[in-house]
């Protein structure tokens, strides 16, 4: 167990629709990233939030934005969904501290987009 | 052209075997380098982590990074069966910033 917790596990919804994924980082990591990964295209990154404050963004779409909240937990909010969107989006967290190279993964949630 | 590349495969190999995982790159200004290892339905967790060239081992693993050919390495020895898992490699420019995760290269080592 990572200690990164995401929520829902499993997601079907409909093209169209809008859904919220949820992350609790490990217990005094102040680093959330968020990674989808499907078949094809590994696991890509989407953004990295600090301490509340948005630090890098990778190749996000703007139907997706995210957001870090004061307890230090993560949402990641997918609107307008398409087929493609379907894959397993993970939480990962890291320590605040000296840099080690270790992301924590969360079990991640898989959307599947009918 | 991808930032990482790496052979997804499938790779089976009987228990025992040496296996070699291989990651070509294309950004010359790489420093940290990793190997992540992925068990079906679960998170990828961090084996192994290289700054720079040079070899790091940790007993049945040895990670090895070539700066000058753009490439790295891990070496499994002595597979074992609950080594079958997709490992991935990633990179980074720097001390917390994006990692760039190759697309994984499934093992299945066979008892």
């Known amino acids: 167990d990572s200690g990164v917790t995401q929520t829902p596990k499993h997601l079907i919804t409909a093209t169209g629709q809008r859904v919220t994924l949820r992350c609790s980082p490990r217990?005094?990591?102040?680093?959330v990233y968020w990674y989808q990964q499907s078949l094809d295209q590994g696991l890509q990154f989407l953004i990295h939030?600090?301490?509340?404050?948005?630090?890098a963004k990778g190749n996000i779409l703007e139907r997706f934005s995210a957001q870090q909240f004061p307890d230090l937990h993560s949402e990641l909010n997918l609107s307008s969904l398409e087929l493609g969107d379907s894959a397993l989006y993970f939480c990962?967290?890291?320590?605040?501290?000296?840099?080690?190279?270790?992301?924590?993964f969360g079990e991640g949630s898989r959307l599947t987009v009918l | 052209q991808k930032e990482v590349e790496q052979d997804p495969g499938p790779l089976s190999v009987p228990e025992g075997a040496i296996v070699s995982l291989n990651c070509t790159y294309s950004?010359?200004?790489?420093?940290?380098f990793m190997w992540y290892r992925q068990y079906s339905r679960k998170g990828p967790e961090l084996l192994m982590y290289?700054?720079?060239?040079g070899n790091k081992e940790d007993g049945r693993f040895t990670a090895q990074v070539d700066k000058s050919s753009k490439y790295i390495s891990l070496f499994i020895r002595d597979s074992q069966p609950s080594d079958s898992a997709t490992y991935l490699c990633?990179?980074?420019?720097?001390?917390?910033?994006?990692?760039?995760f190759g697309t994984g290269t499934s093992l299945t080592v066979i008892p």
């Open positions: 990962a967290s890291s320590v605040a501290g000296a840099w080690t190279g270790e992301l924590f």
């Open positions: 217990s005094g990591d102040l680093s």
């Open positions: 939030y600090y301490n509340g404050e948005e630090r």
């Open positions: 950004n010359s200004a790489f420093q940290y």
């Open positions: 290289t700054y720079s060239s």
């Open positions: 990633a990179m980074s420019l720097n001390t917390g910033n994006q990692f760039y």
